[in-house]
C-alpha cells in the first residue's frame, strides 16, 4: 500500500502541475489576446484622431490657398480694368487728334484753294503788265532780260574787278609784312651759340720727354697711332705740347682722346696704342648716340630709328662752312617749328624735316650720291612722311618743293646759314678738297681706307695686302696721283703714300 503510495502520489503530482499550467497558459493567452485588442482599439482610435486632424489641416490648407488665389485673381482684375481705361482713354485721345487733323487739313485744303486762284489773278495781272511794258517800251521780255542781263554783268565784273585789285594790293602788302614779321621774330626768338671747329687740336704733355716716348724707337709709336686714327700729328718745338691734325673731326677726337689715355697711363707702344685706340673709338660712338638723342630730346620729337639717331650724332663732329651741322640742323628744326607755328603748316612735320634736312651728311657711305639724296633715301627707310623726305630732297633746290613744310625748311635754312659769324667760306672749301682727295683714292680696287692728313698736302691710302701686290701699290700710286692732277685744282704738290702692311698671329700654348 504504502508502495502504491509512494508511486501515486508524484503520478498525481504530476497530474496536478500540468493541469495548473495548462490552466496558467491558458489565463495568460488570454490576457495577452485582451491586451492585444486593447491596443488596438487604441491605434484605432488614434489613427482615426489623427486622420480628422490631418483632414483638418487639408481643409484649412486648401482654403488659405482658395482665398490667396481669389485675392490674386482681385487684383489681376483690377489692374486689367486700369489698363482698360488707359487704353479707351488713349483711344478717346487718338480720335480727338485725328478729329483736329482732319480739321486742319480741311482748313489748309481750303486756303491752297484760296492762294492758287490768287496766284492765277496775278499770273493775269502779270501778262496784262507785261503786255503793256512790251508794247510801251518796243521791247519783248527776252530782250529785255538779256540787256538788263548785260548791264549788271559789265557793272559786276567792272566791280569784282576793282576789288581783286584791291584785294591783290592790300595781300601783297600784308604779306611781305607779315612775312617779314614772321621770319624777324622767329630770328630774335631763337638763341644759338656761335661755335667754330677747326682743323686741329693741341694736347698738353706734362713735360718735353713725352714727346719721345710718343715717337717710340725709330717712330714706330707715331705711325702706328697715325695709322690707326689717320690723323696727322706734328711733333715741333712748341714747349710741352702735340698738336693733332685732320679735317674729320671724329678722327681728331679719336686720336686727341686716345694720346690723352696714353700719356696718363704711361704706357706707350703699339699694342698699348692699338688697345687704346678702340676703347676711345668705343667711347666715341657713345657719345655719337647721347648726342643725337640729346636733340631729339630737346626739340621733342618721337620714332626716330637709331640709325637715324647714329647719323644725327655724327653731325657733332662736322662741320659746314665752319658751322657745326648738328647745331645748324637743330637751329633749323626750331626755325621751322616757330615759322610753321605763325603760318598755319603742320608745326611738327616742319620741325622734323628741319633736323633732319642735312642728315645726309651724317651717314657713314661710300656713295657719290650728294647729302640730300643720301638723307632722302634713310629717310624713306626710317617711315618718314613724305613730305619730310621732299624737304630733305628741295632743300637745296635739287628737287621742286611741293608742300608748304619744304619751302618753310628752305626758308630756316637760309636763315640760319646766312647770320653773322655762322660760317666761313675758306673752312668749307678746305674740307671740300680734303673729301674729293680721300673719295678719288677709295674709288680704287683694292683701296680699304684714305685719309687726307697735313691739311691735305698728303694722302695716305691702306690697301688691302691680298688684293694688292708691291708692284702693284706703285702703280696704284701712280693712278691716284696721275687723277688728282685731272680733276682737282690745289696748290703746291700732293704726296700719295701707300701702305701695305702684313700681319702673321699666332699664339703659343
Known amino acids: 500500500m504504502t508502495m502504491i503510495m509512494y508511486i501515486a502520489l508524484p503520478l498525481l503530482g504530476l497530474i496536478l502541475g500540468w493541469i495548473i499550467r495548462w490552466l496558467f497558459a491558458k489565463f495568460q493567452l488570454t490576457s495577452a489576446e485582451q491586451r492585444a485588442h486593447m491596443l488596438n482599439a487604441e491605434a484605432v482610435k488614434d489613427a482615426e484622431a489623427k486622420k480628422k486632424e490631418i483632414l483638418l489641416e487639408g481643409r484649412d490648407e486648401l482654403l488659405r490657398e482658395r482665398n490667396q488665389q481669389e485675392r490674386e485673381f482681385r487684383e489681376r482684375r483690377i489692374e486689367q480694368q486700369k489698363t482698360e481705361r488707359r487704353i479707351i482713354q488713349k483711344e478717346e485721345n487718338l480720335e480727338k487728334k485725328l478729329l483736329d487733323l482732319e480739321s486742319q487739313r480741311r482748313q489748309l485744303s481750303d486756303r491752297e484753294e484760296q492762294l492758287h486762284r490768287k496766284e492765277q489773278m496775278l499770273t493775269q495781272e502779270e501778262d496784262r503788265w507785261r503786255l503793256e511794258l512790251e508794247r510801251v517800251a518796243g521791247l519783248s521780255s527776252d530782250e529785255a532780260k538779256h540787256l538788263i542781263m548785260d548791264s549788271m554783268e559789265s557793272d559786276a565784273k567792272r566791280d569784282a574787278q576793282v576789288v581783286i585789285n584791291k584785294i591783290e594790293q592790300e595781300a601783297q602788302m600784308k604779306a611781305e609784312r607779315v612775312a617779314r614779321d614772321i621770319i624777324v621774330g622767329s630770328i630774335q626768338r631763337i638763341a644759338t651759340d656761335v661755335s667754330s671747329e677747326v682743323a686741329i687740336s693741341s694736347v698738353t704733355l706734362p713735360n718735353d720727354e713725352m714727346k719721345g716716348r710718343i715717337i717710340g724707337r725709330e717712330g714706330r709709336n707715331i705711325r702706328t ?33 686716345a694720346m690723352e689715355r696714353l700719356i696718363q697711363d704711361g704706357r706707350i707702344h703699339p699694342a698699348r696704342i692699338e688697345e687704346v685706340v678702340q676703347k676711345v673709338a668705343k667711347d666715341i660712338s657713345r657719345v655719337i648716340i647721347e648726342e643725337g638723342e640729346k636733340v631729339i630730346f630737346d626739340l621733342q620729337l618721337h620714332n626716330i630709328s637709331q640709325e637715324g639717331v647714329r ?114 667760306e675758306t673752312l668749307s672749301n678746305y674740307i671740300r678738297r680734303l673729301e674729293n682727295l680721300e673719295q678719288i683714292s677709295e674709288s680704287f680696287d683694292g683701296v680699304d681706307k684714305a685719309y687726307a692728313i697735313q691739311a691735305g698736302r698728303e694722302l695716305r691710302i691702306l690697301v688691302n695686302n691680298d688684293a694688292v701686290t708691291d708692284d702693284g701699290a706703285k702703280e696704284l700710286a701712280k693712278g691716284i696721283a696721275k687723277r688728282i692732277e685731272t680733276e682737282l685744282r690745289y696748290p703746291g704738290r700732293i704726296k700719295v703714300t701707300i701702305i701695305r702692311e702684313t700681319r702673321v698671329v699666332e699664339y703659343a700654348r
Open 225 to 257: 697711332l697715325e695709322t690707326l686714327t689717320g690723323v696727322d700729328i706734328i711733333i715741333d718745338d712748341t714747349p710741352e705740347a702735340v698738336v693733332i691734325s685732320c679735317f674729320d673731326p671724329v678722327r681728331k677726337e679719336i686720336a686727341k682722346g
Open 311 to 424: 647719323a644725327l650724332g655724327r653731325l657733332h663732329f662736322r662741320t659746314s662752312y665752319g658751322q657745326n651741322v648738328l647745331m645748324h640742323s637743330k637751329e633749323v628744326a626750331v626755325l621751322s617749328g616757330m615759322i610753321a607755328a605763325e603760318v598755319g603748316a603742320d608745326r611738327e612735320i616742319a620741325k622734323r624735316a628741319g633736323l633732319l634736312h642735312d642728315i645726309g651728311k651724317g651717314i657713314e657711305t661710300e656713295s657719290d650720291a650728294n647729302h640730300a639724296e643720301m638723307g632722302s633715301d634713310l629717310a624713306r627707310k626710317m617711315g618718314e612722311d613724305p613730305r619730310v623726305i621732299n624737304a630733305i630732297l628741295s632743300h637745296h633746290n635739287d628737287v621742286e618743293p611741293n608742300c608748304v613744310e619744304s619751302v618753310i625748311v628752305q626758308i630756316a635754312d637760309a636763315i640760319s646759314a646766312s647770320r653773322p659769324g655762322a660760317r666761313r
